[in-house]
């Protein structure tokens, strides 16, 4: 089951536009999609708008890699259950979000292993092609680096 | 400040929805032994810190200015009636409405820029920077560039 997903904000219709078009030529390859408040409905997979974080977990952890916008809560929380994913930045220039901040996240997370990125629509079905082909990555922990939680628990306990 | 007992440490730990929130459930581990309480702006979250304070917000961007002053009025009545000594977030308006309300009732603020940010701070980071008492970007190269600190990131 490949899980697509563009978070609960905002619509992201190029890439919900690009995998249902390659869906409709691969009948035989599940999907579900969650494609936030669109007007486009998909016509060659199952989707909703919105979903509950609950089934969110349930569809990742579900799923055998994720196809998403590059918002950090579909990427981490596909790090987390060890899923690899195919991402495509969302363009401002295209009121697509507010600034070009998912183009960098995905440019620096690239070479993480389980990461694949799509610059953009033309590039998602060679990719879709692919996604078998995608490491799986190591489920990463639950929690932020020693680093940063030894930073915040001084800073929890001096204020400083 | 002189260190006090943990359990005595009121920290409001305050983000927007989506991966601002993952995040900073990322960091509760830093938080443990404190009271800590939760804001955020999608009521379903509370599943996620069981047992806490947990408190909702409306939720709004900068495209909303109306939904923003709600939310900014209701954050207010929490930040006073919860009287924290600390104040994190990792964004973006609940945090900097947070921050700053934070900041008038003496508490102590940090703001820890979310790792979407991979060349600059965000937007709001950069509005609360005057504001916070510390700054962090999960980037070494954008904490460089922008003269805040870098320790660690959620990844």
Redesign the interface.
Known sequence: MIFVTV???MAFDRLIEAVDLWAGAHPDTALFAQIGPSEFEPANMPYTEFM???EFKERVEGCSVLVAHA???????A?QYGKPILVMPRHAARNET??D??I??S???ATRPGIEVAMDESEIAKKLDHLANLERPPK?S????????????R?????? | MTLENRSDRRILAAASGGGHWVQLMRLRPAFEGARVTYVTVRPTYAEDVPGEDFRVVPDATLWNKFRLLLMAAKMFWIVISVRPDVVISTGAAPGYFAIRFGKWIGAKTCWVDSIANAEQLSMSGNQIRAHATIVLSQWPHVAEAEGVEHAGSVL
């Open positions: 978070g609960y904000q509950e974080p609950s918002g950090m809560g579909s990427i981490l929380t790090l507010r600034n901040h998912q960098a996240t440019k620096q997370l990463i639950t929690t932020a680096s020693p680093e940063l939680i030894e930073r915040l628990k800073f929890v306990d001096t204020g400083r």
